[in-house]
């Protein structure tokens, strides 16, 4: 019964240390799940074809996730994770953007207006339409 109680005393003193060192850290965020992700697929791609360098730029990337992860200038790793942020949400939004655009074209008409080249989105399938731009308020007709 003592070794069990003293086994999880060392344990736990194992975990608090962990949190000892930790405290203050970075840790982990997005941006290094990101190249860590981008390590391992590296490494696969250099025990498949082994090109040259590629295992030098998987030590570098992966000193470099950990740099990040034990640094104590939370600030900057912020910084430099919510920059990523941003620039994934850009390329995701593109993406995602036109698969709606192509969705949206089974619907509708994209049309322009011919004074301010506004686009305006007509539903398809109600023939002759007469079209007023919100913009200038020119109206022009259009088959939809």
Same mark, same amino acid.
């Given at each position: ?6 086994? *999880?005393?060392? &344990? ?11 405290? *203050?850290?970075?840790?982990?965020? &997005? ?5 860590? %992700? ?11 074809? =082994? ?6 730029? %998987? ?5 470099? %996730? ?9 600030? +900057?790793?912020? +910084? ?28 509708? =008409? ?11 989105? %007509? ?22």
């Amino acid at each position: 019964m003592k070794d069990k109680k003293c086994k *999880g005393e060392a &344990e736990m003193n194992w975990r608090d240390r962990f949190n000892q060192f930790m405290y *203050g850290r970075y840790g982990q965020d &997005e941006m290094g799940r990101f190249l860590l %992700i981008v390590a391992f697929v590296a490494l696969i791609l250099d025990l498949l074809f =082994h090109p040259p360098g590629v295992g030098l730029v %998987i030590l570098l990337l992966l000193g470099y %996730i950990y740099f990040r992860m034990f640094s104590r200038n939370v600030p +900057a790793r912020y +910084a430099e994770n919510q920059k990523f942020l941003q620039l994934r949400d850009k390329v995701m939004g593109f993406f995602r953007g036109s698969k709606g655009r192509s969705e949206d074209l089974k619907m509708n =008409h994209i049309f322009r207006c011919p004074k301010c080249s506004q686009k305006i989105r %007509i539903p398809r399938g109600k023939g002759m339409v007469e079209i007023t731009c919100p913009k200038c308020g020119t109206r022009f007709r259009k088959r939809s």
